[in-house]
């Protein structure tokens, strides 16, 4: 779920994802742990996603449909959280798939459990916080990148935000997230 590292006061963006995590494992709140073949989808398009996930090992991917065409937003990879976070929010239907894309062992939480353990204790709170504000702006950086630069200078900041991205992740769904082709993709890292 993480693609870059930016400060924040506390803590470094993993160490605030890692310590909420280490919080939750000594507290035995998951509720649920999976072990997940390729292609299974924790999220589908229309659920109410209440669920917030920790990927424990393997890849999952969030995209929305746009036709016919897999549109990826967002990765979770080893050592992050991920959700439907529009319907995590609103508690409305969600837009998005959330599928396996390497076998996984994902860990989960529902978020009226996670929301009362978080909110009874100032620095699990101030963790989730932490955690959201980071998820807020890259979301912005990647905005400004898809609006702004070339899939060149697009495939470059990936690659300074998250160097091991090409060993998690497939080429192709790096693709769809950078919104060029899988050949684009492979002639701008050849070159």
Partial sequence: ??????????????NA???LKKIMDEAELWKKKQ???RGHFLV??????????WVKSGAVRAYIMDGDKELTIRFGYSGSFISPLDSFITNRPTE????????AEVLSIDKTTFYQFI????????????????????QF?????????????????VLERSPGVFQEIPH???????????ETLSRLQKS
């Fill in 1 to 14: 779920m993480l693609d870059s590292a930016i400060q924040t006061q506390s803590t470094s963006p993993v």
């Fill in 17 to 19: 994802f890692e310590e």
């Fill in 35 to 37: 072990l997940l073949t």
């Fill in 44 to 53: 589908s398009q229309g659920d109410r996603g209440q669920d917030l996930f």
């Fill in 96 to 103: 998005l798939w959330i599928q396996v894309i390497r076998k």
């Fill in 119 to 138: 909110k009874t204790d100032k620095h699990r709170l101030n963790l989730w916080l932490e955690i959201i504000e980071m998820v807020t702006y890259q």
């Fill in 141 to 157: 950086e990647r905005e400004i990148d898809l609006l702004k630069s070339s899939p060149a200078e697009r495939l470059h900041r």
């Fill in 172 to 182: 192709k769904y790096i693709a769809s997230y950078l919104r060029m082709t899988p």
